[in-house]
């Protein structure tokens, strides 16, 4: 990556995404900015980038999305998979439609997007494929568990790209953030299924305060976009990144004797006051 790339990023309303998009356009990269609401984003044709609409649920949006930054450059240097959101409540209180909706956002989404850009990256025989994942793919929670699969999905699924893409000289990075201030816990709050009769219905300040806890004393997203692009104009970029407020201690716990781990998560989640 350097300043002359080609830089589609997904998922630029707010958060991670919309500091990315700022980040690399200071540092003199062409920046095409996107959300599903654009209108949401046309501020940003003032700091001189360009945006445009994407569903990442949708294909039709994705092609759109895609050809018109094609049409407009030629190329696409650089893929910044962001777009997602986090479904909160107890495993078995969330509806199979709920599901569906999480993976196809974080996990069919990514690969969908993907898919539409390679093809173009491998004519070139160059290109970098960033995915933000997260450390909850590999620490998972109670009360996140769709959410945590879906990151250790775009975590694994992101090893085997790395791979199979590096003979056309396709670099694949897979980036786990920590805890970033944004509007994702407030968003995730509004996802929250937790039914009246449910037998965690007890716990809900628990589920509340997992919804949130990505916001509790997060490391800013400036900070966090200015450290990881720092890292994408390197000659030789880390594989895999990890960077924001524990992003180093929450594998640290995952890797917990399973008992041990179980019982700490228990007592953080109020599991351990259930039972009888």
């Known amino acids: 990556m350097d300043k002359n790339s080609v830089v589609l990023i997904s998922g630029c309303s707010s958060g991670i995404g919309l500091a990315l998009a700022r980040e690399c356009a200071s540092r003199g990269c062409r920046v095409?900015?996107?959300?599903?609401?654009?209108?949401?984003?046309?501020?940003?044709?003032?700091?001189?980038?360009?945006?445009?609409?994407?569903?990442?649920?949708?294909?039709?949006?994705?092609?759109?999305?895609?050809a018109g930054v094609l049409s407009q450059t030629g190329r696409i240097?650089?893929?910044?998979?962001?777009?997602?959101?986090?479904?909160?409540?107890?495993?078995?209180?969330?509806?199979?439609?709920?599901?569906?909706?999480?993976?196809?956002?974080?996990?069919?989404?990514?690969?969908?997007?993907?898919?539409s850009v390679v093809p173009y990256m491998l004519k070139e025989r160059s290109g970098l494929v960033v995915n933000i994942?997260?450390?909850?793919?590999?620490?998972?929670?109670?009360?996140?568990?769709?959410?945590c699969a879906t990151k250790a999905a775009v975590n694994l699924l992101?090893?085997?790209?790395?791979?199979?893409?590096?003979?056309?000289?396709?670099?694949?990075?897979?980036?786990?953030?920590?805890?970033?201030?944004?509007?994702?816990?407030?968003a995730a709050t509004g996802t929250i299924r937790l039914d009246r009769q449910s037998v965690y219905a007890p716990l809900s300040r628990y589920v509340e305060a997992r919804a949130m806890s990505s916001q509790k004393d997060p490391t800013s997203a400036e900070e966090f976009a200015s450290r990881l692009v720092d890292k994408l104009f390197l000659k030789k970029i880390p594989k895999v990144i990890r960077l924001g407020k524990s992003s180093t201690q929450l594998p640290l716990v995952a890797s917990l004797p399973a008992g041990s781990f179980d019982k700490m998560m228990s007592r953080m989640f109020g599991l351990d006051k259930l039972k009888r």
């Open 133 to 147: 994942a997260s450390v909850s793919g590999i620490c998972a929670t109670p009360f996140a568990g769709a959410y």
């Open 77 to 115: 240097d650089v893929l910044i998979n962001n777009a997602g959101y986090a479904l909160i409540g107890p495993m078995i209180d969330l509806s199979v439609d709920d599901l569906r909706r999480q993976f196809e956002t974080n996990v069919i989404g990514l690969m969908a997007l993907t898919k």
């Open 158 to 186: 992101s090893t085997s790209l790395r791979i199979e893409l590096a003979p056309f000289g396709i670099d694949v990075i897979t980036v786990q953030p920590g805890a970033i201030k944004s509007d994702f816990g407030k």
């Open 32 to 66: 095409f900015a996107t959300a599903r609401k654009p209108e949401v984003i046309e501020n940003l044709k003032r700091e001189g980038m360009e945006t445009a609409a994407l569903d990442v649920t949708s294909q039709e949006s994705i092609d759109a999305c895609v």
